[in-house]
C-alpha cells in the first residue's frame, strides 16, 4: 500500500538508486521572476510562475512556459471526461516535475484525487508546497484526500498501482524523448475506457532520421517524408495500439498536438478492452518522391507496392510504418473542448486567439474524407515551377473543385487534403494566373 506520509513513498519493492539527476535533463531557459524563497524545504531556489490565474513555484525543477497550451488541452479533455463518467475523476500525473498539472487537474477540472508523482524527491517540496497552498491534502467536502505526492519510478508507481487494483481515470505521462516503456504500464494502471495523455519529443525520430530507434520504441520503421511532424504523432499513435493490444485493449486518438517547441508530440487516448475496430486504421504509409503522392498500403498489399505513378526512378518509393493512419481526433471531443473553454472565459472576446485557432484547426482536421499526410505550398511551388499559393485562396479553389481541404495545426503553410498533388499543381497554376 502507498504510506499516505508526507515523506518519499516507498512501495513494496525497495527503491533504487534514483537515476533521474537534475544533470541529465536539458535544462529550459527560466524567465526572470524569481522570488526570494519563503520556506523550509529542500530545494533551495524559487522561481514563481502564473498560469491561468494560478501561482506556482517552479524551483529547480523542468518546467516550460510554452507547455501551457498542452496543459489546457488536458485539463479541457479531463473536465470533459468527469462529466461522462458520472462527475468521477482520479488523475495520475505519472512525471508532475513542479506539479503544476496536478494542480490544474485539481483547481480546474475538479479532479476527486490527484496522485503527484516524480521520480527525482529534489522535487518533492516544490510539488508539496504548490498543490498545499491551494488545495487542502484532506477535503473537508466528503471526498477525503484529494492528493498525494510520491517520488518513485513512474512504471514502478503505475504497475503498483494496478497490483494494488487502484485504477484511475486519466494517467498523464509527460516523458522525455521517445521513451515508450510507460505505455503498458499505464494502459495496466488505467480503469476501461479512461484516458492517456502521452508524450514523445524525440523530432529526430519522426523525422526519419532514426528508422532502427522508432523500430525498438514504438515497432514502426520511419523514413523521412514531408509531413514528418504528423508521421510523428502516428507514431506515437501506432506504438500505443500496438502496446495496448497486447493487453487486450484497443486505443482511439481523441486529439493529436504537435508544438514546435521543443518539439513535444503529444496524444490524448481513450482505452478500451477489445479489438482496434477498423484494423485498416493501423498500416503502412507509402510517399513518392517523384509524383508527390501518399497512400496508406494495408498489410496484405506489402508485396505489391508500386506507386501508381508508375515510377522507374530508384529510391523513389519510401515506406513507413506501421503506424496510426486514421484521424488524428475525435471532432466531437475537440467541440466539446472548444465549448468548455469558452465558457470557462478562456477563448471568446478577443480572449485565447491562439487557442481557440488551434481548436478549431483541429476540428477542421477531424474531417474522415482526409487523409494522413498535409501538402505544404512550397513542394506545391517547388513542383509546379510557380511562386507559392496564398493559403486561403489554395483552400478554397480546392473545396470549389470538390476536394475535401483544412488547415494543419502543424504545419502553417501546409494543407490537408485528398486533392492528388499534380491537381494541387494545376489549381495553383490557375491562381498564378487569375
Ligand atoms: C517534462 S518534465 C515534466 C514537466 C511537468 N509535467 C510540467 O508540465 O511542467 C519530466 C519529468 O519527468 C521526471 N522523470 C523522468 N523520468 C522519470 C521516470 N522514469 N519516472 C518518473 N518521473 C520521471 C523528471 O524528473 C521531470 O521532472
Known amino acids: ?16 538508486i534514483n537515476p533521474f539527476s537534475k544533470s541529465n535533463h536539458p535544462k529550459p531557459h527560466h524567465q526572470n521572476n524569481t522570488t526570494p524563497s519563503s520556506n523550509h524545504h529542500i530545494s533551495c531556489k524559487s522561481e514563481y510562475k502564473t498560469e491561468r490565474g494560478l501561482q506556482f513555484d517552479v524551483g529547480d525543477t523542468f518546467f516550460r512556459h510554452e507547455s501551457a497550451t498542452g496543459r489546457d488541452l488536458a485539463v479541457l479533455a479531463a473536465a470533459i471526461h468527469k462529466k461522462a463518467n458520472n462527475d468521477k475523476l482520479r488523475v495520475l500525473d505519472a512525471m508532475c516535475g513542479c506539479g503544476i498539472r496536478s494542480l490544474r487537474y485539481l483547481v480546474e477540472a475538479d479532479a476527486d484525487f490527484v496522485l503527484a508523482n516524480d521520480a527525482d524527491d529534489f522535487h518533492r517540496s516544490v510539488v508539496l508546497s504548490n498543490l498545499s497552498a491551494k488545495v487542502p491534502r484532506i477535503s473537508e467536502d466528503g471526498r477525503g484526500r ?14 503498483e498501482c494496478c497490483l494494488r487494483r487502484d485504477y484511475f481515470d486519466f494517467i498523464d505521462i509527460d516523458s522525455f524523448g521517445s521513451d515508450s516503456s510507460f505505455l503498458r504500464s499505464a494502459f495496466e494502471a488505467l480503469r476501461f475506457g479512461g484516458l492517456v495523455y502521452v508524450t514523445s ?8 532520421h532514426r528508422p532502427l ?62 479489438k482496434l475496430p477498423i484494423s485498416r486504421h493501423y498500416n503502412f504509409i507509402r510517399y513518392c518522391s517523384e509524383c508527390g503522392n501518399s497512400e496508406a498500403i494495408s498489410w496484405d498489399k ?10 522507374n526512378v530508384p529510391g523513389s518509393l519510401v515506406v513507413s510504418g506501421p503506424l496510426w493512419t486514421g484521424p488524428l481526433h475525435s471532432k466531437s471531443y475537440l467541440e466539446e473542448m472548444l465549448n468548455l473553454a469558452e465558457e470557462w472565459g478562456w477563448i471568446g472576446n478577443n480572449i485565447g486567439v491562439d487557442l481557440e485557432k488551434l481548436l478549431k484547426y483541429m476540428i ?68 498564378q494566373a487569375c
Open 201 to 208: 519529443t524525440d523530432g529526430y525520430t519522426s523525422g526519419g
Open 146 to 159: 484529494r492528493w498525494l505526492v510520491t517520488n518513485d519510478d513512474a512504471n514502478r508507481v503505475m504497475m
Open 213 to 274: 530507434h522508432s523500430l525498438s520504441s514504438y515497432g514502426a520503421y520511419i523514413c523521412p517524408m514531408p509531413y514528418c511532424n504528423e508521421l510523428g504523432l502516428r507514431m506515437l499513435i501506432g506504438g500505443a495500439i500496438r502496446e495496448a493490444a497486447v493487453l487486450g485493449y484497443y486505443v482511439t486518438p481523441l486529439f493529436s498536438y504537435y508544438s514546435y517547441h521543443g518539439p513535444v508530440f503529444r496524444v490524448l487516448l481513450r482505452v478500451n478492452r477489445g
Open 364 to 431: 477542421d482536421e477531424s474531417d474522415p474524407q482526409l487523409p494522413f499526410g498535409y501538402i505544404k505550398l512550397d513542394e506545391v511551388s517547388s513542383r509546379g515551377k510557380i511562386n507559392s499559393p496564398p493559403l486561403r485562396s489554395m483552400l478554397s479553389s480546392l473545396q470549389k473543385n470538390g476536394y475535401t481541404a483544412s488547415r494543419s495545426h502543424i504545419e502553417s503553410n501546409a494543407i490537408k487534403t485528398n486533392c492528388p498533388m499534380s491537381m494541387c499543381i494545376m489549381i495553383a497554376k490557375e491562381l
Open 1 to 16: 500500500m502507498i504510506l499516505l506520509s508526507p515523506k518519499p513513498t516507498c512501495i513494496l519493492f525497495n527503491k533504487p
Open 302 to 311: 506489402l508485396g505489391q507496392l508500386n506507386c501508381p505513378c508508375n515510377s
